[in-house]
């Protein structure tokens, strides 16, 4: 299936760990190009996703500054996203992804021993605001949307649910969150 993605560029934002590897990838083999900056590149898309901290707990942090350090992913994703917003509105096309923990949804969607109780309060604001991004920017051609990788999700899976949520067959939906977890959780929303 042709994704639409040849000629857009798509700018990653997170560590640059197995997943923002297969997301490349995919997304180059469908034709985007990657960006480098907001800065100094047109930017479509934007992929986000922050540090997985297997075994964190939220009553583990102990003060400000770890606290501090958590939030960064969503700092950085929001200041990327603001800034790629105006130039994607005037072109009437923009995505932008958040992938994140399916804990924010069940907290058992991890295998035993990997939950990341941090990510899942980092990753249900980042749901948050792809709510009001999806909302401000939808009717410009803009999308906002989530993937929501637990269970033993491969890299190659989450970047396949990545990059439909990129492609042009997903131009009406938006707000939406999706679990990539082979069916691990009890989350019903």
């Not at 590149?41 to 075994?55: C, K, L, S």
């Not at 990341?116 to 980042?126: H, K, P, Q, R």
């Amino acid at each position: 299936m042709d994704l639409g993605l040849a000629g857009r560029s798509a700018l990653l934002v997170g560590p640059d760990d197995e997943v923002a590897g297969a997301c490349r990838r995919l997304l180059t083999a469908e034709g985007a190009r990657l960006a480098t900056s907001v800065d100094d590149d047109v930017v479509d898309i934007v992929i986000a996703h922050g540090v997985t901290r297997h075994g964190s707990q939220v009553l583990a942090v102990e003060s400000a500054e770890g606290w501090h350090t958590a939030w960064n992913d969503v700092v950085a994703a929001l200041d990327v996203f603001g800034r790629a917003l105006p130039g994607m509105r005037s072109r009437g096309w923009g995505r932008f992804v958040w992938v994140g923990t399916a804990g924010s949804r069940a907290l058992d969607a991890e295998l035993p021993g990997q939950l990341d109780e941090v990510g899942a309060v980092t990753s249900l604001a980042m749901r948050a605001a792809q709510k009001v991004i999806a909302a401000e920017g939808g009717a410009e051609g803009v999308v906002a949307n989530s993937v929501l990788r637990g269970g033993a999700a491969t890299a190659d899976e989450v970047a396949a649910a990545v990059a439909y949520f990129c492609s042009q067959w997903c131009g009406y939906i938006t707000g939406a969150s999706v679990d990539v977890t082979g069916g691990v959780g009890s989350g019903m929303f």
